[in-house]
T-cell receptor, first 115, second 114 residues
């Protein structure tokens, strides 16, 4: 079975630009979460979507937005890019939205570099 | 608010030696705890998770962790390190609050010396 897939793998943007990252969850998983991992730190929670609805949001500015499609794939959008947005963006999928015990399966990530 | 503290951002062990990676948690409710491993330029892979069923949890690749409520700890161990264990390890805590909120530690980079 295919795991979580993300595209693109690498991306280079300049300050002020906008970027869209994509994620396809494991088949049968309805929940998608997004994390930002800055170099040298652990992943930071950005969003969780379940059944196309936003269920949770971390401490990120409104420049960050996301959506989930009927096939449960998801996009993360970041507007007005700043240098500090340079990071590895990870997508994770799980079967349910509220269960603390559910395992989140991570994709390989998208490496975003903002120049 | 939940949090995890990983003691030691870098740990070096000799091949064949015991691996011990430390994690302490803080949570207002009974926690669910995870250890993930990240190899260079890859995503995170689950090693093991504690969900209150048993305090000693066995995971993949010979790793295990013991939940100690009195010490608020969930340390990761492996009896004998292998070169392929060199990676970054993240401890994480999860609690519900309307959604699955997972908080990660800063990570511990494990170096295995031949």
């Amino acid at each position: 079975d295919a795991g979580v897939t993300q595209s693109p793998t690498h991306l280079i943007k300049t300050r002020g630009q906008q970027v869209t990252l994509r994620c396809s969850p494991i088949s049968g998983h309805k929940s998608v979460s997004w994390y930002q991992q800055v170099l040298g730190q652990g992943p930071q929670f950005i969003f969780q979507y379940y059944e196309k609805e936003e269920r949770g949001r971390g401490n990120f500015p409104d420049r960050f937005s996301a959506r989930q499609f009927p096939n449960y794939s998801s996009e993360l959008n970041v507007n007005a890019l700043l240098l500090g947005d340079s990071a590895l963006y990870l997508c994770a999928s799980s079967t349910r939205d509220r269960s603390s015990t559910d395992t989140q399966y991570f994709g390989p990530g998208t490496r975003l570099t903002v120049l | 608010a939940q949090s995890v503290t990983q003691l030691g951002s870098h740990v070096s062990v000799s091949e064949g030696a015991l691996v011990l990676l430390r994690c302490n948690y803080s949570s207002s409710v009974p926690p669910y705890l995870f250890w993930y491993v990240q190899y260079p330029n890859q995503g995170l892979q689950l090693l093991l998770k504690y969900t209150s069923a048993a305090t000693l949890v066995k995971g993949i690749n010979g790793f295990e962790a013991e939940f100690k409520k009195s010490e608020t700890s969930f340390h990761l161990t492996k009896p004998s390190a292998h070169m392929s264990d060199a990676a970054e390890y993240f401890c994480a805590v999860s609690e519900t609050g309307g959604y699955q909120k997972v908080t990660f530690g800063i990570g511990t980079k494990l170096q295995v010396i031949p």
